[in-house]
T-cell receptor, first 111, second 116 residues
């Protein structure tokens, strides 16, 4: 059974800190790995998508890396801001259409 | 352009009633997905449409759940004889499904269903 684990489950940091969110998966034959943020009462916003042939993607203060051999992906957030407070979800697909989601990391950035 | 939209945003119903949830995908997206998110849990895949057909319904929890899609556009998820365990946020996503298989999924805001 494919599983996705996200550590930590919750994280509280002061504004300005750099931080790393971790995602591990059991199926190394992944095709896409996508990071999302979810704000309370809202849907998911896509942050970054890494295809299997790629090792990392960057968008602004966000950088996501993928290491298929170790079954891990990390999301790096530089210079965190209170507006970054949300739940961050990773999800992967192993060549089919449906994503397998982790349970998320709840991030709170304190002003 | 417009993103994925869902209606209603909130639905409160009594146990045993039927409910219909609607999803309008991004125009031109051939693939459409339904997921369920129970409180404090991750997203569960329910069903996937490619065009108007559903090759995979394996995630539907019971035969009380059904979904259809028409005109390669709007999709409706129907839950019959609702139970309290059906209470969740139901999320819809859509994507293109081209040769690149990039398959980036774009999500709607969800419908929060509460069964009393």
């Amino acid at each position: 059974k494919q599983e996705v684990t996200q550590i930590p489950a919750a994280l509280s940091v002061p504004e300005g800190e750099n931080l790393v969110l971790n995602c591990s998966f059991t199926d190394s034959a992944i095709y896409n790995l996508q990071w999302f943020r979810q704000d309370p009462g809202k849907g998911l916003t896509s942050l970054l998508l890494i295809q299997s042939s790629q090792r990392e993607q960057t968008s602004g203060r966000l950088n996501a890396s993928l290491d298929k051999s170790s079954g891990r992906s990390t999301l790096y957030i530089a210079a965190s801001q209170p507006g970054d407070s949300a739940t961050y979800l990773c999800a992967f697909t192993s060549g089919t259409y449906k994503y397998i989601f982790g349970t998320g990391t709840r991030l709170k950035v304190l002003a | 352009g417009a993103g994925v939209s869902q209606s209603p945003s909130n639905k409160v119903t009594e146990k045993g009633k039927d409910v219909e949830l609607r999803c309008d995908p991004i125009s031109g997206h051939t693939a459409l997905y339904w997921y369920r998110q129970r409180l404090g849990q991750g997203l569960e895949f329910l069903i996937y449409f490619q065009g108007n057909s559903a090759p995979d319904k394996s995630g539907l929890p019971s035969d009380r759940f059904s979904a259809e899609r028409t005109g390669e556009s709007v999709s409706t998820l129907t839950i019959q004889r609702t139970q309290q365990e059906d209470s969740a946020v139901y999320l819809c996503a859509s994507s293109t499904w081209g040769l690149s298989y990039r398959n980036e999924q774009f999500f709607g805001p969800g419908t929060r269903l509460t069964v009393l």
